[in-house]
């Protein structure tokens, strides 16, 4: 056999698999309602890219109920993505769990029912999440052979896609989720299996399926006008979102629901709505006129539901920007919470500035193809320039259309096919435009229209927001790099070795500092302080802190009298800010330092003996206190091979933990690692602190190891 016939065959036998797999997954989601009760379902599964759950099945939803959650990015919080990352079972045990625990889904999904999302985990691969709904009568908590069950659920989809993943043709969602139950019954005999009466069908994407003389006689419409249709849509005096409300409580719930409406001119309707895993059935009845004896209105609450996949998206956006510091920040929240549930591949946010197009940010296209529009003068005709000049947003839904407006084709040689240019205004000021980007042709219907233009106000000013913060940090930074030494001097029979690691709270910029000064031939000193905030406040005393030490050391005084001349400044510098440090002074020919400190965490010394300890100091009272404070030195022998540690509060003092502890571990550390190259040893030193996303002070450490000349 040649080797193109045996590829053909390989390629052909994995194809046969992945078909295979689908099946078995629908046929294994399929049996949910009977194995484990549950009667709505979804199969998520990751990206190529691993970057997004793709909504790949439905076992009784309407596409109109998924939509806004086909495409979710892995920092969404919301149930799926959790058991995903997580790799255990979430369990939802009603509305006010779920108002609780995910306050965005239970506003766009405001219904009474029970969740449960599974990982699905098969040879150590994670390859994606199963949801299943209980109706509410389900109880609040998850019995442990229901979790058996759920958990034995999860692991025969998942080997279902192990299979098909180890035979090189991995399942994948495509464009439309698929359905996992057989919509080929005839709608008739699905509607007398629920309810055998005059009566309509509304289908799992809601419309009207089957519709019974009765029923369309009392509806007013011959019953060939309304299969095919949306009630709201067919039927005007149907259209107020409240009863559209009620169809939904009964799909998502599981529990029968019931509604008046008004048929004009003056026939009152009663419709009840018995849902199943295939849809629901709608009885309809004249209702008993003794009931609305009086009543001049229809017996329907009037207020106006938004779409909840519409809110849901106003609502998510709304809370994630508001964590959004940089304008990459906005760019990022973007592209992970909107792009994903509108379909979109790529985002860029552009600025006018200047006379020029700017773009801000952007994600999702290929290096460098953004940029190369960065500059383009607003002179010229280019979609981009246009919407970020004029404050009206512009759909373009294939990429012919964009074409008939903007002939010379610049910016739709990004390869994408349709485009939303979504106006940024905020307190009245267009300061650029947000592009969203999608590979296919798209159709932006009303609905959708009018959320992305809503979406782009909260854009816009989290945009404003993110860029004024931008210019404050680049200036803040400049301050804060141009008062830390750049490089430490090079000092004979020393080695020295430092970090320094910003809080990523307020500016990410502080009054933590660090300094080593040649005082004489054989003389050198050491600094180490805090300035208390994060701001440039901070960052500008710990420059004239720093200035201060360094003239007070040129004139070779001794630690106590640095320290006390630093205190006096600091008093007359009439700032309310406080300040620790700790000062020493090496003498290189004997091997010994003086040292003392104001309120600063005690240095820890590693002795050529292998032991580590803190060094204790009598501590003097902060800087900017008492202008007449004494500051007492002692004196430190450093042999050859010993190493001093020096270090800020924010390598210790953390939220929640215990400072003697921390302590002590850091100790520990020092013991273990102190006979370690200094570079290792800082590293070691520094530990889950340099790795931390997220720090509430700054950090400098000054690690200082007497060596042989």
């Known amino acids: 056999m040649s080797s193109h016939a045996s590829s053909r065959l390989g390629h052909e036998a994995a194809e046969a698999v992945a078909g295979r797999g689908l099946d078995a997954a629908a046929q294994i989601l399929r049996s949910a309602p009977e194995r484990l009760g549950a009667y709505i379902g979804g199969l998520y599964l990751l990206s190529e890219e691993r970057e997004l759950l793709e909504l790949a099945m439905t076992l009784g939803a309407a596409r109109q109920f998924s939509r806004p959650w086909q495409r979710i990015g892995l920092t969404a919080p919301i149930p799926v993505v959790e058991a995903a990352r997580s790799g255990r079972v979430v369990w939802v045990g009603g509305a006010e769990e779920m108002a609780r625990r995910y306050p965005r889904v239970a506003v766009a999904m405001p219904y009474a029912f029970c969740l449960a999302a599974v990982p699905l985990v098969a040879r150590g691969t994670t390859y994606g999440t199963v949801f299943l709904i209980w109706p509410a009568t389900h109880p609040t908590e998850l019995s442990p052979r229901e979790r058996e069950g759920l958990e034995e659920f999860g692991l025969d989809l998942a080997e279902v896609l192990a299979e098909a993943a180890g035979a090189g043709r991995p399942i994948r969602a495509g464009p439309r989720p698929a359905v996992a139950e057989d919509r080929s019954a005839d709608p008739l005999t699905a509607l007398a299996a629920r309810l055998p009466e005059g009566v309509c069908g509304i289908d799992l994407d809601g419309r009207l399926a089957a519709v019974t003389p009765t029923a369309a006689e009392l509806l007013g419409e011959p019953a060939e006008r309304l299969l095919g249709s949306r009630p709201w849509a067919a039927l005007p005096w149907l259209r107020d979102p409240v009863y559209e409300y009620h169809y939904r409580a009964a799909v998502v ?368 009272m902060v800087l900017n206190v008492d202008p007449a404070a004494e500051y007492p030195q002692i004196r430190v022998d450093l042999p050859i091979g010993s190493t001093l540690v020096l270090y800020t509060d924010g390598l210790v003092d953390t939220p929640g933990a215990d400072l003697d502890q921390a302590l002590a571990d850091l100790t520990a550390t020092l013991a273990r690692h102190g006979g370690e190259p200094l570079d290792r040893l800082a590293d070691a030193l520094i530990g889950q602190a340099g790795h931390a996303e997220y720090r509430t002070d700054d950090v400098a450490l000054l690690l200082v190891r007497s060596v042989p000349r």
Request: glycine share 8%; with cysteine; hydrophobic share 45%.
């Open 253 to 620: 719930s599981g529990q029968t629901t019931s509604f008046v409406a008004l048929c004009p001119p003056d026939r009152w309707l009663s419709f009840q709505l018995f849902p199943d895993s295939s849809g629901v059935t709608v009885r309809i009845v004249a209702a008993d006129a003794a009931l609305l004896d009086g009543q001049t209105e229809k017996p329907a609450e009037h207020a106006v539901h938004t779409r909840p996949g519409a809110l849901y998206h106003l609502l998510h956006l709304a809370s994630a920007l508001t964590e959004a510091i940089t304008v990459q920040d906005v760019v990022t929240m973007v592209s992970e919470q909107i792009l994903p549930a509108f379909g979109g591949q790529a985002v860029a946010v552009l600025m006018a500035e200047g006379g020029r197009l700017r773009i801000a940010g952007h994600r999702g296209y290929p290096p460098g193809l953004v940029d190369q529009f960065d500059g383009t003068p607003l002179t010229e005709s280019t979609p981009g320039v246009q919407a970020s000049t004029n404050a009206v947003p512009a759909f373009f839904e294939t990429r012919a259309e964009l074409e008939r407006l903007y002939p010379e084709r610049h910016e739709t040689q990004d390869g994408m096919a349709a485009w939303a240019y979504l106006p940024l205004v905020t307190s009245r000021r267009l300061i650029g435009t947000c592009v969203l980007a999608f590979a296919e042709p798209h159709r932006f219907d009303v609905e959708e229209r009018a959320v992305l233009t809503s979406l782009g106000g909260l854009i816009a000013q989290a945009l404003d927001r993110a860029r004024l913060y931008d210019t404050k940090l680049v200036l803040a930074h400049g301050l804060q790099e141009s008062l830390l030494p750049h490089a430490l001097p090079v000092v004979p029979s020393l080695e020295i070795s430092a970090r320094y690691l910003p809080c990523t709270e307020g500016m990410d910029v502080g009054g933590d500092f660090y300094d080593l000064i040649r005082v004489g031939p054989d003389t050198v000193a050491v600094v180490i302080g805090d300035i208390q905030g994060h701001n440039v406040n901070a960052a500008a005393l710990m420059g004239q802190v720093r200035t201060a030490v360094r003239a007070f050391a040129a004139a070779d005084a001794d630690p106590s009298t640095v320290l006390a001349r630093t205190n006096r400044l600091l008093v007359d510098l009439d700032t309310a800010l406080l300040a620790s440090c700790t000062y020493l002074c090496i003498d290189l020919a004997r091997r010994e330092a003086r040292l003392a400190t104001a309120g600063h965490p005690v240095p820890l010394l590693y002795g050529p003996d292998g032991r580590a300890a803190a060094v204790e100091p009598v501590i003097g």
